[in-house]
């Protein structure tokens, strides 16, 4: 099993700032795609931003400039920095990683989610 555990959300007014984090423990061989979606009330999930292995990145039209997705490989951690923050991105932020649990089998696992509330 793959366990990812996010944390880093809480209340912030608008403009401020949050990091998540995403650390992934368990059995595996690699953690290939991360991604980071967000839900809120009523509302789909929704792709936030992601990052491979081979560094690239990709991010919502909604977040671009604003967030940053960045990844440590010798923490197996999954940072995502968020700036300039509005009431709308207020939401359940969920990690989710993909890569190969040995030579033969793959992974895909969801964090238990973490609230991003922006309010002033």
């Known amino acids: 099993q793959v366990q990812l555990v996010e944390s880093g959300g809480g209340l912030v007014q608008p403009g401020g700032s949050l990091r998540l984090s995403c650390t992934a423990s368990?059995?595996?061989?690699?953690?290939?795609?991360v991604g980071w979606y967000r839900q809120s009330p009523g509302k789909q999930r929704e792709l936030v931003a992601t990052?491979?292995?081979?560094?690239?990145?990709t991010y919502a039209d909604s977040v671009k400039g604003r967030f940053t997705i960045t990844r440590d490989n010798a923490k197996n951690t999954v940072y995502l920095q968020m700036n300039s923050l509005k009431p709308e991105d207020t939401a359940v932020y969920y990690c989710?990683?993909?890569?190969?649990?040995?030579?033969?089998?793959?992974?895909?696992?969801w964090g238990q989610g973490t609230q991003v509330t922006v309010s002033s």
């Open positions: 990052t491979t292995s081979g560094g690239s990145t």
């Open positions: 368990g059995s595996f061989y690699s953690i290939d795609t």
């Open positions: 989710n990683a993909d890569g190969r649990r040995d030579g033969l089998r793959r992974y895909n696992s």
